[in-house]
């Protein structure tokens, strides 16, 4: 058995709305139980959305050299790869891909790397993707919207069919700031703020199989809110300081942390 064989039986999927599908690599799980999609330890999951015409594969987040195999037999149609942002762990075995969509201003980050992040040789063609504009997949529309914070372009996704949030890492329980991005907590605060006028029920985000409600902004809120007086701070190698706090536990879904980048 070669090493692709054995990545696609770790590969399993569950249709958590009609035609939105968490894909999640069985070796990584939040539990003791491969297969949980309970809140828990963080894990890396893809999102496939599909309609009539066409799918989207939202994130590379697994490290599985069969994803994109295992997306396409199950989508039926042709599958685009959408980027939530540019991360080394949103884009696992990319050069498989013949395009990539994502938002401009991530772009530096996957041809030129960062600190943590190698740049990516030979990298697939870029199209970009930009707020308010949408993607037609046939019969499913789904929103972009820009909201800078954890990288400077990343994106979140409404799926108008299913009333769902796709959330990547900005919407999630596991939030990082600062890294690669400069923008204060007040001004992600205010963005969240309006966020919450859109037309969703239901936030799913990367490093979680849980679904989250909408009323997860209020919390990302409070944590960005506290942080900065509460938050404990502690000196990383490379990144000079960095300050973390959290709300509630890791296994209960009122959870929430912060890890944000002090650039003072
Ligand atoms: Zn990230």
Redesign the pocket.
């Known amino acids: 058995m070669n090493l692709e064989d054995e990545d696609m039986d770790h590969i399993f999927h569950c249709e958590v709305k009609p035609g939105l599908y968490i894909l999640c690599d069985d070796r990584q799980s939040p539990t003791d139980d491969p297969k949980s999609l309970v809140p828990g330890k963080p894990t890396g999951n893809s999102y496939l959305v599909v309609g009539s015409e066409k799918a989207i594969l939202l994130d590379l987040a697994l490290d599985n050299k069969s994803l994109k195999e295992y997306a396409e037999n199950l989508a039926g149609v042709p599958v685009q790869l959408v980027l939530s942002?540019a991360?080394v762990?949103?884009i696992y075995h990319i050069t498989q891909f013949p395009e990539v969509w994502l938002h401009p201003d991530d772009e530096k980050l996957l041809r030129h790397g960062a600190v943590f992040q190698r740049p990516v040789k030979n990298c697939p063609p870029l199209h970009f993707l930009r707020d308010g504009e949408i993607i037609d997949l046939g019969n499913r529309i789904l929103d972009v919207i820009h909201l800078p914070g954890?990288?400077d372009g990343s994106i979140l996704l409404i799926d108008r069919n299913t009333r769902t949030l796709l959330g990547g890492?900005t919407v999630a329980r596991h939030l990082?700031h600062g890294m690669h991005t400069k923008i204060p907590p007040e001004e992600i605060i205010r963005r969240m703020e309006a966020l919450k006028d859109l037309h969703f029920d239901t936030i799913y985000c990367t490093h979680d199989r849980c679904s989250l409600p909408k009323s997860h902004i209020d919390l990302i809120q409070e944590v960005l809110r506290r942080y900065p007086i509460e938050g404990k701070l502690q000196t990383i190698p490379l990144l000079t300081k960095i300050r973390t706090f959290s709300i509630g536990a890791q296994k209960e879904l009122h959870y929430c942390d912060v890890a944000a980048v002090e650039h003072k």
Do not use: G, I, P
């Open positions: 942002h991360h762990d949103h954890h990288t890492d990082l």
